[in-house]
T-cell receptor, first 112, second 114 residues
Framework: LAKTTQPISMDSYEGQEVNITCSHN???????ITWYQQFPSQGPRFIIQ???TKVTNEVASLFIPADRKSSTLSLPRVSLSDTAVYYC?????????????FGSGTKLNVKP | NAGVTQTPKFQVLKTGQSMTLQCAQD?????MYWYRQDPGMGLRLIYY???????DKGEVPNGYNVSRLNKREFSLRLESAAPSQTSVYFC?????????????FGPGTRLTVL
């Protein structure tokens, strides 16, 4: 399993763009990069997934360079409600199973 | 459409007691998972079931057993609870296809073992 390295915590202010970078030097050819968000006392929630280049949805953008050894989750104009832990996962489907590893995540604290 | 439901929400056990955590999903998903999350930590996979009738060990299976009762339900059993099993337990499910699929998580069960 390709393990990931993320900053333990980040601070931001409302209205700013936040970029959280994840390192995954041992990513395999078939691995996808997925980000989840977790609020206190809740289960994680899917944000975005990509394989290469850039992916955008209504919540976030995911930037993946050509070597795929890192990725950046971009949250535009954060609000207080974006305060949460963000997990970067790298994995593949193996035998009909999502083979993922949840690291410790990045705790994002958005201030007013 | 309730998604993934878990019971109970909270439980306190004494060392050596047994209990079963229940999980059900109504999304017709093939794969189901049990994770534990210790304070300030990420999630660790205990067991998973890639399809009805199959179960496999994850990262931290010791002290647990699972049953995939049918396509909807996946239970986690602690035969003899230990204080080290104090944690929040999350069940998840995914449809499963050729690429990694979105995992949908339940609200969690907060377990304390005294």
């Amino acid at each position: 399993l390709a393990k990931t390295t993320q900053p333990i915590s980040m601070d931001s202010y409302e209205g700013q763009e936040v970029n959280i970078t994840c390192s995954h030097n041992n990513i395999a050819t078939n691995d996808y990069i997925t980000w989840y968000q977790q609020f206190p006392s809740q289960g994680p929630r899917f944000i975005i997934q990509g394989y290469k280049t850039k992916v955008t949805n209504e919540v976030a953008s995911l930037f993946i360079p050509a070597d795929r050894k890192s990725s950046t989750l971009s949250l535009p104009r954060v609000s207080l409600s974006d305060t949460a832990v963000y997990y970067c996962l790298v994995g593949d489907v193996l035998g009909n199973f999502n083979k993922f590893y949840f690291g410790s995540g990045t705790k994002l604290n958005v201030k007013p | 459409n309730a998604g993934v439901t878990q019971t109970p929400k909270f439980q306190v056990l004494k060392t050596g007691q047994s209990m079963t955590l229940q999980c059900a999903q109504d999304m017709n998903h093939n794969s189901m998972y049990w994770y534990r999350q210790d304070p300030g930590m990420g999630l660790r996979l205990i067991y998973y079931s890639a399809s009805e009738g199959t179960t496999d060990k994850g990262e931290v299976p010791n002290g647990y057993n699972v049953s995939r009762l049918n396509k909807r339900e996946f239970s986690l059993r602690l035969e003899s609870a230990a204080p080290s099993q104090t944690s929040v337990y999350f069940c998840a499910s995914s449809a499963q296809g050729a690429v990694p699929d979105t995992q949908y998580f339940g609200p969690g069960t907060r377990l304390t073992v005294l």
